[in-house]
């Protein structure tokens, strides 16, 4: 099972309860309070435990005009993605997938579990096109 290093915890957890505030409050039906880190820890777990699709690409880092290392990607029935290294042993990263649209903006209502994976699978397709990702070999699902 993929672990966190501490500091890597504490870094994406804090991104995701203010760059993303409320997206895994909302996904982790938590109300009136901020996720922990703990909450955080075990969403990510639980993203690569029950994912559907599974894959390995190199992501593009736009801010540096390169490519991130080689990862594993992990994407669960509510388009939660685990990032892990290519072992998978340690956590990169788990963000949810909005589409770049902002949380709190549904593009899709109602979205059928089936429509979303299309959906995810049309994204990832479009993103290696446009070589925002590269080096993509599908393990599942994707």
């Known amino acids: 099972m993929s672990t966190w290093t501490p500091a890597n915890l504490t870094r994406h957890h804090q991104k995701r309860i203010t760059k993303d505030q409320g997206c895994f409050e909302d996904l982790l039906a938590i109300n009136g309070r901020t996720m922990t880190k703990a909450e955080y820890e075990q969403r990510s777990q ?11 690409a190199q992501g593009r880092d736009v801010a540096r005009m390169s490519y991130y290392p ?6 669960d029935n509510e388009l939660v993605v685990a990032v892990t290294d290519l072992g998978r042993a340690e956590f990169l990263t788990c963000f949810h997938e909005h589409f770049d649209v902002p949380h709190g903006i549904d593009p899709g209502p109602g979205a059928s579990l089936s429509q979303s994976q299309l959906r995810y ?5 479009n993103d290696e096109r446009c070589g925002m990702i590269i080096h993509v ?4 699902g994707v």
Do not use: S
Request: hydrophobic share 45%; glycine share 4%; no cysteine.
């Open 137 to 140: 070999r599908r393990i599942r």
């Open 121 to 125: 699978k049309q994204k990832l397709q």
């Open 46 to 56: 639980d993203a690569v435990a029950t994912a559907w699709g599974e894959y390995e």
């Open 70 to 75: 080689k990862a594993a990607l992990f994407v």
